[in-house]
């Protein structure tokens, strides 16, 4: 899908009444794009999901005066303005953005701050950020037991000839006569939200509006992605190799210090 790029009127003028806003978050809306890799500087390959990361720009501000809670209503994804209905457009003229396909929130303690008009773009992250993902699984209709919830499967002798794969007894007796809902049973699987934390940020080119994560982003080509600046603050591990010929230094100056003992004059001189 192409570019939701926000006309000039949109953007925020400097006056002497209006200050541009300059308020921002780390939080955009996206769209996957696909999967590939890339080398970084010690020529390893690393998985990376491409996405196209906006520009959203803020169609409302929301107060606690007036909502109830502070946040920002971002747009994003170009669409055909009859494909929306009218509250919908209603929107976009009140801002003057072009029409979008969605309309998220994000909440903020800034958000006044914001101004509507104001673009939220991909410079806000850089390579070497953590972000967090959110995004809709793909579909997979109904699945089995073993598909759905990781079951190992029965044992495929003694006689299993045709219940290798089935889910196994559902474990009631004569009390209490039923099975308790909640039970991990074949059905339908996949299209739920689905949190990634903790995901590097290998790249960004602005000039483009891409966003190259590393690892796999849940959801399928073109799906909306949420990305937010992780909530997770964990340090990577940094293996350390030990320093060659260590031990062998070590086992050298076991062995000469009994002979420099001997060595040694008994008066000390």
């Known amino acids: 899908m192409s570019e939701a790029t926000p006309p000039t009127a949109a953007t925020p003028v400097a006056t002497a009444e209006k200050p541009v806003a300059t308020a921002t978050i780390k939080a955009i809306l996206a769209q996957k794009i696909g999967m590939t890799q890339i080398y970084d ?9 491409v996405l196209q990361a906006g520009p959203c720009p803020v169609t409302q501000v929301l107060t606690p005066e007036k909502h109830g809670y502070s946040a920002i209503q971002v747009a994003f994804g170009a669409v055909r303005e009859k494909s929306l209905n009218k509250p919908q457009t209603g929107i976009f003229k009140k801002a003057n953005v072009p029409a979008a396909k969605w309309l998220r929130e994000f909440r903020t303690d800034k958000a006044s701050s914001f101004q509507v008009g104001q673009a939220l773009k991909v410079d806000v992250f850089a390579a070497g ?3 967090d993902v959110f995004g809709i699984s793909k579909g997979k209709g109904f699945a089995g037991a073993m598909k759905r919830h990781n079951f190992h499967g029965g044992p495929s002798t003694h006689g299993q000839s045709d219940r290798a794969r089935a889910p196994g007894s559902s474990g009631s007796n004569t009390y209490p006569g039923r099975v308790f809902k909640g039970k991990k049973f074949p059905g339908h699987l996949g299209v739920e939200r689905v949190t990634v934390q903790h995901m590097e940020v290998v790249q960004i080119v602005p000039e483009k509006d891409l966003m190259l994560v590393k ?55």
């Open 41 to 49: 500087a010690h020529g390893q390959a690393v998985p990376v999901t």
């Open 129 to 131: 950020d953590y972000v």
């Open 215 to 269: 690892g796999a982003v849940p959801g399928t080509l073109q799906s909306l992605i949420t990305i937010w600046e992780t909530v997770k603050r964990t340090k990577k591990r940094i293996l350390r190799a030990p320093e060659p010929g260590k031990k062998e230094k070590k086992k050298e100056a076991a062995k000469a210090a009994p002979a420099a003992a001997a060595a040694k004059p008994k008066g000390g001189k």
